[in-house]
């Protein structure tokens, strides 16, 4: 689905990534709303069962799942959370009064989502519904993205769904709600490559009241801390190479971690990255309570978001965010460049950048840290959107689902387009942070190290330590991606 209000691949609510075949349902037994009663839903779930119970246990495990909805030609996906889920017996399957429960109880909540939609109460949805539903939302789609959302579902190609349709493709898929239901393309923080910048996360009303939000910051912030270590050699080798390489001094990537090794073991490869980890929890917190408050004096209708409006609140947000730690972003930047013995840690880095320099040296680099956000933060959304329209335009025919892989891809494409965007002002900011702690270090303010800089280096000058930020992305995102969808598990968070 095309959401130009949503950002980046959070999560995918599907428990399976597969579409609901019509003709194979009704090969199982008709559903027909007219003649349907509790008698007619027992047989139904009786036939189905039956098919699915293979060794005739009286039990449907996991494996028994996946083989009997693949002999009916339904593509499956991961059946573990629908056991699990109906499971009231924690004996790893489920028995007859489970399973019909589980459909059940699923069915009612369907109902509820397809009411939401049918909009005059005519028992089809058309597109013009599925628009004003989501512009209900905030969430403002072309007609034509519309028609791509209602053929995912159309079966009989009337160009309207109906109950039946509507029951049959979600049966065995936890969509029980619209705002699940448009999940598939949410661009969310979850891709974590080290910086700070991207548009924050959005959440629906009955996230923030069931508590849902934090947890799912949690995920994310967990995901970021292993991510920001796993990367850490190479987020200080970009530090490395942008504060001390030029044309004079002229620093490999091999040479570079000679010279680390040489100088401070391995350990001295994660220097700077406890801080860097510390800074997510009170920036990510910041940023969310900040871009809700500003959402609400930005937007022009209560309740309602455009993109622009987002794009404005999201900067603000994080231009918000990065002025309360930004000291802690000075103090990285020192703990990574710091030689042996230099600071013996975090507090020791503060008390003496205090003592020498003055309160106003936690703010050194502080205005091209801000311009930075409005390029990251605009080309990464532009670029996901581009390709998310690309892919629906030439690849969403059967449903709008695009998979793990080109949600990522797409993510992970648009972040690192915002990055080398702002890169130049990103190394700007790195030297006027690390420039008071370099011997015979003249200080100079960005407009003079800019045109120093394009003189001296010229115009790839402003681009050093490109190499390993890029070479970091990959495995970060990977890293983040894995751990996040560990970390939502353990925390109760369903698919």
Request: proline share 3%; charged share 25%.
């Amino acid at each position: 689905c095309n959401f130009s209000s949503f950002k980046r691949p959070m999560r995918i609510f599907c428990y399976f990534s597969f579409k609901l075949h019509c003709e194979h349902l009704l090969a199982i037994a008709p559903f027909s709303p007219a003649a349907r009663n509790p008698q007619d839903d027992i047989k139904t779930y009786q036939e189905l069962f039956a098919k699915l119970d293979t060794n005739k246990d009286g039990v449907v495990d996991v494996s028994e799942l996946k083989e009997g909805l693949d002999a009916m030609g339904i593509k499956t996906g991961r059946g573990e959370e629908i056991i699990s889920s109906g499971d009231d017996n924690k004996d790893d399957g489920l028995n007859f009064n489970e399973f019909s429960k589980y459909l059940m109880d699923h069915e009612k909540k369907l109902l509820l989502t397809f009411k939401s939609l049918d909009k005059n109460n005519d028992g089809q949805i058309d597109y013009m519904e599925i628009k004003q539903s989501l512009a209900d939302l905030g969430m403002n789609i072309s007609e034509e993205d519309a028609n791509k959302i209602l053929q995912s579902i159309d079966v009989n190609g009337t160009m309207t769904v109906d109950w039946n349709e509507f029951r049959q493709h979600f049966l065995f898929n936890p969509a029980t709600s619209l705002q699940e239901i448009i999940r598939y393309w949410k661009h969310s923080t979850v891709l974590d490559i080290g910086d700070s910048l991207t548009i924050p996360d959005e959440f629906t009303e009955e996230e923030k009241t069931t508590g849902l939000w934090w947890r799912q910051l949690a995920a994310g912030g967990m995901a970021g801390a292993v991510s920001r270590t796993g990367t850490a050699p190479l987020d200080r080798m970009k530090v490395f190479m942008q504060v001390h390489s030029s044309k004079s001094n002229k620093i490999s990537l091999v040479g570079g971690f000679k010279q680390m090794l040489k100088e401070g073991g391995v350990t001295s490869l994660w220097r700077g990255n406890g801080v860097n980890v510390l800074k997510i929890a009170p920036e990510t917190a910041i940023k969310f309570m900040a871009y809700e408050q500003y959402k609400k004096l930005l937007s022009s209708e209560p309740g309602k978001i455009q993109t622009h409006e987002r794009f404005m609140a999201g900067s603000l947000a994080g231009a918000t965010a990065q002025t309360a730690i930004y000291p802690m972003e000075v103090m990285k930047t020192r703990l990574t460049l710091r030689k042996t013995g230099q600071y013996s840690g975090m507090f020791d880095c503060a008390k003496k950048i205090l003592k020498r320099e003055g309160v106003k040296a936690f703010y050194k680099g502080y205005v091209p840290n801000i311009l930075g956000i409005i390029p990251y933060a605009g080309i990464d959304l532009a670029v996901y959107e581009s390709l998310k329209n690309f892919w629906l335009s030439k690849y969403a025919k059967d449903t709008a689902n695009p998979g793990v892989l080109v949600l990522l891809g797409c993510g992970t494409i648009s972040s690192t387009c915002g990055q080398l965007a702002s890169y130049p002002l990103a190394l700007i900011r790195t030297r006027m942070q690390a420039q008071a702690s370099l011997e015979g270090s003249e200080q100079q303010p960005m407009g003079r190290m800019v045109k120093n800089v394009l003189e001296k280096e010229g115009f790839f000058g402003l681009y050093r330590g490109i190499l390993p930020n890029f070479m970091k992305v990959i495995p970060a995102v990977s890293i983040s991606y894995v751990v996040y969808e560990y970390t939502r598990s353990a925390l109760g968070i369903q698919k």
